[in-house]
């Protein structure tokens, strides 16, 4: 039973500054507007001072109390006495302590485990219920310790109709305007306010006006007075007697809906395992349900096309089944799991799926399974709580197979036909990643130089031998490796082929494609160095072959069925076969990587190496404005002793904005030696300038670069005019157009046997110090 006691120190008089309330502003369109505008008319709350209400703004804990106190206790919300009761209380006296300290006098609240109130956290959902049901004094739930704090509060707003307005959600966050609608939804009086909240600063005695009583009349369909429920009629049973009392709700006869759900179209092989043929969801209403019966039939081919029928359920709840919850052996063609216990909660979906294994020796066909409709008992069920039968269906828009109640509905939907072949295919594509030209460096191993893309249909395919082409002299030989993985997990050589083609490396391990799935492979090469055969300035361009007879690119097996995939036959099927070069079912077609290029050699990377910051001023007279460092690659090609680097040309493109340069001035020099300088040729002397500096190997300059070692370059020239005309002037050099084999020219250099044009560095410019002047 309920109770609302009006605690009190003294009668009638009581502490409360007495203000008008102005109208607020922001809530006319607010969707619990009427909460609002209750507590606003009873004096509990005042708004703003600029006229706002501010409903979406969050509340906190010390808010919500002072709030709740004034609806409950009126102006006796306030009644002295410590205020300081708890440990967070320290320092400057803050408003909402007497308010905080008269609740835990009371009993309505007790504070955190340290001793602390913490006033300023937002207030969740499960806090507030606490702090009504003990304000208001309203008898609940015993507690029970092996459950949550907040379970017998949520238990008790549920009858309220609280959660039809906010989630179930014991930590949900309150904001103001909820803080309204919740307190109106507590079904307890709320205080009249002769004027503002208490304030203990400052206050004058004026009186206590409660609501007046409203006469109960029980069965008007309103709840009024002293009466706990009032439904508008007047017969016992349901809930609320024809006394307007709270009686005991019976035992409700349990309902159960079932809804067939799509699976997967993708065709399977003879010999596959664990295939989703049928899938439904189901959910109880009024109390669980356990289902004790299903029965199924064949709509599509055959039941004898599969075999090891058997249920698979949803028990964790994460929407993918896993559990093993039951067996059935056809008979003819249908399929009836009897004795089940298929449990399923009120108000929560289950997931069940009839999974079976296609038949080995299964040529090509289909099959589909359906609720046997054909039977009136085709789906049976059990209360959990009573054990009463839960028996009729209403299936889809029909009417009732009964002449009493249906308690099971059944949503149906097309036949989910799987089709199944004798075998999968395999599609074996140029994975879409980009990749460009690469300067492969002998003795090392290669960035990748091939990606593949594998997918299969039907079955997991297992490749037996994967063959490539285009392999020179220069290689050791090939790895493969899956895309997310940093090991190889095969080899490719001449040797593991059983024909020996010159040029062609066969893999030595197999791999799995996942039926319906994708495999990315990547082909990287191993390279000899120069003293066992590698060859600078040799062309790798891989490839896999397209022919569907003699030496073929991909041998392979269906992994369930065991039967070897065919080749491409051309016609437009796809009936176990391999198809290169093509993701769907087409004529084979060469799968051709980029060409990359063997050098004993390699710059490896370029960067500013000037240490003027950017914005630096630009000074007339001479200048070195620009300074590069050249980074040379390590490696093992020691025939003759180790290939260096050396670079024969570089053209500059240096920008002159507002400024020029004396004509003839450029050159180049080693960082370590500015007194040996190379000439530099310039298309122009301001503006945008190339500057060509040719001929390096026949300088003095010395332009080489060791394995692994770094070569800083220094750009000079004598400024005329650092500012031609009013405004900024800008200089800064740079190399552009790098990284493409086929643009060349902006840098030639050797490896010691090969002149090359471009350089592989991963970025196509570097740029020196920015110079200005303002």
């Not at 009629?233 to 349901?238: A, P, Q, S």
């Not at 670079?647 to 493109?653: Q, R, V």
Request: net charge negative; with cysteine.
């Amino acid at each position: 039973m309920k109770t609302f006691r009006r605690w009190s120190l003294i009668a009638c008089l009581l502490l409360v500054p007495v203000t008008s309330h102005a109208e607020l502003n922001d809530v006319e369109h607010y969707e619990h507007k009427s909460s609002v505008n209750l507590l606003e008319a009873r004096g509990i709350i005042n708004g703003y001072p600029d006229g706002s209400f501010r409903p979406y703004k969050a509340i906190n804990r010390a808010e919500f109390l002072k709030l709740l106190m004034l609806s409950v206790y009126g102006e006796q919300a306030y009644q002295g006495g410590s205020e300081r009761c708890f440990t967070d209380f320290t320092g400057n006296y803050e408003w909402y302590w007497a308010f905080a300290c008269t609740a835990k006098m009371l009993g309505i609240i007790h504070g955190h485990p340290d001793g602390s109130f913490r006033g300023e956290d937002t207030i969740i959902l499960a806090e507030a219920l606490k702090m009504s049901f003990e304000a208001w004094k309203v008898t609940i739930g015993r507690d029970d310790p092996n459950r949550p704090w907040f379970q017998r509060y949520m238990d008790a707003a549920a009858p309220l109709g609280i959660f039809r307005r906010f989630p179930f959600t014991p930590d949900y966050q309150l904001t103001r305007g909820e803080m309204a609608l919740l307190l109106t939804m507590m079904g307890e009086p709320i205080a009249t306010l002769s004027g503002d909240a208490p304030d203990p600063s400052g206050v004058k005695f004026v009186a206590v006006k409660f609501p007046p009583t409203n006469i109960a009349v029980c069965g008007n369909g309103y709840k009024e007075g002293t009466e706990q429920c009032d439904d508008g009629n007047t017969e016992d049973g349901d809930g609320c007697s024809r006394l307007c009392i709270l009686v005991s709700e019976p035992i409700r006869h349990g309902a159960l809906r079932l809804e067939q759900q799509p699976i997967s179209s993708g065709a399977q092989a003879s010999g596959n395992v664990d295939v989703p043929l049928f899938k439904f969801t189901a959910i109880a209403g009024r109390q669980d349900i356990y289902i004790t019966t299903l029965k199924l039939k064949s709509s599509v081919g055959s039941l004898g096309f599969a075999e090891n029928y058997r249920l698979m359920i949803d028990a964790d709840g994460d929407g993918t089944v896993e559990t093993l919850f039951g067996r059935a052996t056809p008979s003819g063609e249908t399929l009836t799991f009897a004795n089940q216990n298929i449990l399923v909660r009120d108000g929560a979906y289950i997931a069940v799926e009839l999974w079976a294994d296609i038949d080995t020796t299964q040529s090509a066909s289909s099959i589909a399974l359906a609720f046997d409709t054909t039977q009136l008992d085709f789906v049976e069920g059990v209360d959990k709580i009573d054990g009463e039968d839960v028996t009729g269906i209403k299936l889809n828009d029909d009417d009732c197979t009964l002449d009493s109640i249906c308690w099971i509905t059944v949503i149906t939907d097309d036949d989910q036909t799987v089709t199944i072949r004798t075998q999968g295919n395999l599609f074996v594509s140029k994975d879409s990643t980009p990749l460009g030209s690469r300067q492969i460096i002998a003795s090392t191993e290669t960035p990748s130089l091939l990606l593949l893309q594998f997918r299969s249909d039907a079955e997991d395919v297992k490749v037996k031998e994967l063959a490539i082409e285009g392999i020179p002299s220069s290689v050791d030989h090939l790895l493969l490796f899956e895309s997310t993985s940093p090991s190889s997990f095969a080899t490719a050589r001449l040797v593991n082929c059983g024909s020996v083609v010159t040029g062609r490396f066969c893999s030595d391990n197999e791999f799995i494609v996942p039926q319906n799935g994708e495999k990315s492979i990547v082909v990287k090469a191993v390279l000899k160095p120069d003293d066992t055969g590698a060859v600078s300035g040799q062309t790798v361009a891989l490839s896999v072959s397209a022919v569907t007879s003699g030496n073929v690119a991909v041998t392979a097996e269906g992994y369930y069925s065991g039967q070897q995939l065919l080749q491409n036959d051309g016609n437009a099927s796809g009936d176990g076969e391999i198809f290169v070069g093509t993701e769907s079912i087409a004529s084979n077609s060469l799968i051709a990587a980029p060409s990359h290029t063997v050098v004993l050699a390699k710059i490896v990377d370029i960067t500013n190496s000037n240490t003027d910051p950017d914005d630096s001023i630009i000074t007339t007279g001479a200048m070195t404005f620009g300074q590069f460092a050249f980074r040379a690659a390590d490696h093992e090609n020691s025939a003759d002793g180790f290939n260096n680097v050396e670079i024969t040309k570089l053209t500059f493109t240096v920008s002159a904005v507002n400024m020029e340069f004396t004509s003839g001035s450029f050159y180049i020099f080693n960082a370590l030696n500015s007194g040996t300088i190379a000439e530099c040729t310039e298309s122009a002397t301001t503006g945008t300038i190339t500057l060509t500096c040719d001929g390096l190997d026949a300088e003095d300059v010395s332009t080489f670069i060791s394995r692994g070692g770094t070569l800083n370059l220094s750009l000079h020239g004598t400024i005329l005019n650092a500012q031609v005309s009013p405004g900024v002037s800008i200089l800064q050099a740079s190399l552009q157009n790098l990284s493409n084999p086929g643009i060349t020219g902006t840098i030639n250099w050797s490896d010691g046997e090969t002149s090359f044009g471009w350089v592989d560095i991963g970025k196509t410019n570097v740029k020196s110090t920015n110079y200005r002047l303002d």
